[in-house]
């Protein structure tokens, strides 16, 4: 932290520590914590200090990294995945997105999976979760939400492909998402941000104070990925996070005013955390004690207060005004709701929940065991596995770390020190993540933390600059700052797994349900995928059907008349790791990916009359140029 950022943050007449206590504090304090990056650069002497924490995150070429890391890619809509510690950006998983290279978003393949949300081109990624059993990662899924088209999103890790994708009806912006870790992923959780009348057919776009508002929490079952129930709540929802007895999830609601201006957003000192209990949830539905909502059979549950009375399976914890980041410990002990507007981090225990909906406190503020001051803007927290938890200061562009019972002993009136250090990191830190922190297995290695602000850490690039993921070594007593990774806009989000939790397929099964319904259509019309080349013409439809082995098509050319709908099925008969190929029709907007073992299969109008190259996109073969053919379309009569 240098003076001048001090200065800067004491011009608006406020004390470093605790201003954001007791006054309405308005969007003007975060943006004067924006004004103020740029101020603080590392000394000579931390930099030698780090030299032997870099040393141990070079990975040299052809050296394989230790961990997967599963970054959302923010308002890209993709996902991306990164080793770690190299930070090397390994894959871009197109989900929400439309993609060039692949043709997400123009396949057969990948309309099927997008469904009737196809037709939406972009999303906005945050939180990645990956499947676990017993509180480990299982390698299976990773799931991701869309806060921009309320979706949510399944990617296969054996593949690194989205197959499923879910719209989540009656709510507005899916922000976070989190999933059950005990005994397995069956559920995942996903929270409507904001709050939005019910009917919203727009009867009472004249009269909206009359129509009633709120936003839900929505449970997805991992498998089929449908929406298995949605519970009503007071405020609104940010953050979630779940235990690891698979029983309580929990969200901030920066919004318990439910305003729709941002000074009504900040008017409550306390805003809270929102508190699930799954089986009771789960009985209720099974006891049919639930409603419908017109346009959806999703079960619905009131999980709001009545008269100030709680539900049997929600209940609101007051925290300070306007948190963000919910997180567990990974020893699944504690709770996490961080305070944003507040410098504070509440800390509940998740052993006195049963008796908090068993209804034996007085008040709901008997589960908080901690609530130590950090600094200024503390959005999300992660845990090292050793007892120590770190959390990012936005606005002092920090990241502390403190301990957790320390910091609990503190709460019970005694006098230590929890805070074991704090860094500057460059600037303005969202999340952050220790290496298996979401687990049981949390190892205390590495630390990312995703910064909003790279400003004077790259090289720039006009106005709009790259974010900057920054990697710490966390193994010893004190954070070291060992990489500044610049990242596209805009990770929120990582999960950090261990490479041998993850085991990936080399080449495609022939049968992968991935590209199911062109089998089935080969199937239909009689073609051999692993032989054949044909053209069907079935009206004005043609179905061509092609193998690639490198470097050519099995089809050098092919002819349509002007205006058939052309479906163009792809198999790559190529075996050798590696060996993708790819199909694209010039002048088109025709282009797709076919990895080894790979159907891919694409549709379109030939529009134009006359001789149309298509070739492969993939530099397969030091043939690869030659590895075109001819659409020919013959005019109309
Ligand atoms: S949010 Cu982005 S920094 Cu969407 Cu998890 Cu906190
Ligand atoms: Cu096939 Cu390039
Ligand atoms: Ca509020």
């Given at each position: 932290?240098?003076?001048?950022?001090?200065?800067?943050?004491?011009?608006?007449?406020?004390?470093?520590?605790?201003?954001?206590?007791?006054?309405?504090?308005?969007?003007?304090?975060?943006?004067?914590?924006?004004?103020?990056?740029?101020?603080?650069m590392?000394?000579?002497?931390?930099?030698?200090?780090?030299?032997?924490?870099?040393?141990?995150?070079?990975?040299?070429?052809a050296?394989?990294?230790?961990?997967?890391?599963?970054?959302?890619g923010?308002?890209?809509?993709?996902?991306?995945?990164?080793?770690?510690?190299?930070?090397?950006?390994?894959m871009?998983?197109?989900?929400?997105?439309?993609?060039?290279?692949?043709?997400?978003?123009?396949?057969?393949?990948?309309?099927?999976?997008?469904?009737?949300?196809a037709?939406?081109?972009?999303?906005?990624?945050?939180h990645?979760?990956?499947?676990?059993?017993?509180?480990?990662?299982?390698?299976?899924?990773?799931?991701?939400?869309?806060?921009?088209?309320?979706?949510?999103a399944?990617?296969?890790?054996?593949?690194?492909?989205?197959?499923?994708?879910?719209?989540?009806?009656h709510?507005?912006?899916?922000?976070?998402?989190?999933?059950?870790?005990?005994?397995?992923?069956?559920?995942?959780?996903?929270?409507?941000?904001?709050?939005?009348?019910?009917?919203?057919d727009?009867?009472?776009?004249?009269?909206?104070?009359?129509?009633?508002?709120?936003?839900?929490?929505?449970?997805?079952?991992?498998?089929?990925?449908?929406?298995?129930?949605?519970?009503?709540?007071?405020?609104?929802?940010?953050?979630t996070?779940?235990?690891?007895?698979?029983?309580?999830?929990?969200?901030?609601c920066?919004?318990?005013?439910?305003?729709?201006?941002?000074?009504?957003?900040?008017?409550?000192?306390r805003?809270?955390?929102?508190?699930?209990?799954?089986?009771?949830?789960?009985?209720?539905?099974?006891?049919?004690?639930?409603?419908?909502?017109?346009?959806?059979?999703?079960?619905?549950?009131?999980?709001?207060?009545?008269?100030?009375?709680?539900?049997?399976?929600?209940?609101?914890?007051?925290?300070?005004?306007?948190?963000?980041?919910?997180?567990?410990?990974?020893?699944?002990?504690?709770?996490?709701?961080?305070?944003?507007?507040?410098?504070?981090?509440?800390?509940?225990?998740?052993?006195?929940?049963?008796?908090?909906?068993?209804d034996?406190?007085?008040?709901?503020?008997?589960?908080?065991?901690?609530?130590?001051?950090?600094?200024?803007g503390?959005?999300?927290?992660?845990?090292?596995?050793?007892?120590?938890?770190?959390?990012?200061?936005?606005?002092?562009?920090?990241v502390?770390?403190?301990?957790?019972?320390?910091?609990?002993?503190?709460?019970?009136?005694?006098?230590?020190?929890?805070?074991?250090?704090?860094?500057?990191?460059?600037?303005?830190?969202?999340?952050?993540?220790?290496?298996?922190?979401?687990?049981?297995?949390?190892?205390?290695?590495?630390?990312?933390?995703?910064?909003?602000?790279?400003?004077?850490?790259?090289?720039?690039?006009?106005?709009?600059?790259?974010?900057?993921?920054?990697?710490?070594?966390?193994?010893?007593?004190?954070?070291?700052?060992?990489?500044?990774?610049?990242?596209?806009?805009?990770?929120?989000?990582?999960?950090?797994i261990?490479?041998?939790?993850?085991?990936?397929?080399?080449?495609?099964?022939?049968?992968?349900?991935?590209?199911?319904?062109?089998?089935?259509?080969?199937?239909?019309?009689?073609v051999?995928?692993?032989?054949?080349?044909?053209?069907?013409r079935?009206?004005?439809?043609?179905?061509?059907?092609?193998?690639?082995?490198?470097?050519?098509?099995?089809?050098?050319?092919?002819s349509?008349?002007?205006g058939d709908?052309?479906?163009?099925?792809?198999?790559?008969?190529d075996?050798?790791?590696?060996?993708?190929?790819?199909?694209?029709?010039?002048?088109h907007?025709?282009?797709?990916?076919?990895?080894?073992?790979?159907?891919?299969?694409?549709t379109?109008?030939?529009?134009?009359p006359?001789?149309?190259?298509?070739?492969?996109?993939?530099?397969?073969?030091?043939?690869?140029?030659?590895?075109?053919?001819?659409?020919?379309?013959?005019?109309?009569?």
């Amino acid at each position: 932290m240098s003076d001048k950022k001090i200065t800067e943050v004491e011009k608006t007449g406020l004390s470093r520590r605790g201003f954001l206590g007791a006054t309405a504090v308005t969007g003007a304090t975060l943006a004067a914590g924006a004004a103020t990056v740029g101020t603080s650069m590392m000394s000579r002497e931390t930099l030698a200090a780090t030299d032997k924490s870099a040393l141990k995150a070079h990975v040299g070429p052809a050296e394989l990294d230790e961990y997967y890391g599963v970054w959302s890619g923010g308002q890209s809509g993709e996902v991306r995945i990164v080793g770690l510690p190299s930070m090397r950006e390994l894959m871009r998983i197109p989900v929400f997105n439309r993609c060039s290279a692949t043709g997400w978003g123009h396949t057969n393949e990948s309309k099927a999976i997008l469904g009737k949300s196809a037709h939406l081109e972009n999303g906005d990624t945050h939180h990645p979760q990956a499947s676990m059993t017993d509180g480990r990662y299982d390698g299976r899924y990773a799931f991701i939400q869309d806060k921009a088209n309320t979706r949510v999103a399944r990617i296969r890790l054996d593949v690194m492909k989205c197959d499923k994708v879910t719209t989540i009806p009656h709510v507005q912006a899916i922000h976070g998402l989190h999933l059950q870790r005990v005994p397995s992923t069956k559920l995942v959780f996903a929270c409507g941000e904001f709050i939005a009348p019910y009917p919203n057919d727009g009867k009472l776009i004249d009269k909206l104070d009359e129509a009633e508002h709120f936003t839900m929490y929505s449970a997805l079952d991992a498998e089929t990925m449908e929406v298995a129930w949605q519970v009503i709540v007071d405020g609104n929802l940010d953050n979630t996070s779940t235990c690891f007895s698979g029983k309580y999830a929990v969200a901030t609601c920066y919004n318990s005013e439910m305003a729709f201006d941002l000074a009504g957003q900040m008017r409550n000192e306390r805003d809270w955390l929102t508190i699930f209990n799954i089986p009771r949830i789960e009985e209720e539905v099974k006891a049919g004690r639930f409603i419908t909502l017109a346009d959806s059979k999703v079960p619905v549950l009131d999980g709001r207060k009545k008269n100030g009375k709680n539900t049997t399976f929600t209940r609101y914890v007051p925290v300070p005004k306007n948190p963000h980041g919910a997180h567990t410990s990974p020893d699944g002990k504690y709770f996490f709701a961080n305070g944003k507007l507040s410098p504070t981090v509440t800390v509940i225990a998740i052993d006195r929940l049963d008796d908090l909906f068993n209804d034996k406190f007085a008040d709901e503020r008997e589960v908080v065991v901690a609530e130590p001051e950090l600094g200024l803007g503390p959005l999300h927290t992660t845990f090292d596995g050793r007892g120590n938890a770190y959390s990012s200061l936005f606005i002092d562009s920090q990241v502390v770390k403190w301990n957790i019972e320390d910091a609990i002993r503190h709460y019970n009136g005694e006098d230590v020190n929890y805070i074991r250090q704090k860094v500057d990191v460059h600037y303005q830190p969202g999340h952050l993540k220790a290496s298996l922190a979401e687990t049981r297995d949390a190892d205390g290695k590495w630390l990312v933390v995703l910064s909003k602000f790279s400003k004077d850490r790259f090289l720039p690039t006009g106005p709009l600059r790259a974010e900057n993921d920054q990697l710490f070594d966390i193994s010893g007593e004190e954070m070291k700052l060992v990489h500044d990774g610049p990242a596209f806009a805009e990770p929120h989000d990582i999960v950090i797994i261990r490479r041998d939790q993850i085991q990936t397929k080399r080449v495609w099964d022939r049968d992968d349900p991935f590209f199911a319904g062109a089998l089935a259509q080969a199937k239909a019309d009689g073609v051999n995928l692993e032989s054949e080349n044909k053209v069907i013409r079935d009206g004005n439809k043609v179905r061509v059907y092609m193998t690639s082995i490198a470097p050519a098509f099995g089809l050098s050319e092919f002819s349509v008349n002007e205006g058939d709908e052309v479906t163009v099925t792809v198999t790559n008969l190529d075996q050798i790791e590696d060996l993708s190929h790819g199909f694209c029709v010039v002048n088109h907007g025709v282009s797709m990916e076919i990895s080894p073992r790979q159907t891919s299969s694409i549709t379109f109008i030939a529009s134009k009359p006359g001789s149309h190259y298509y070739y492969c996109t993939w530099f397969c073969h030091a043939l690869h140029m030659e590895m075109a053919g001819r659409m020919l379309v013959r005019p109309k009569a």
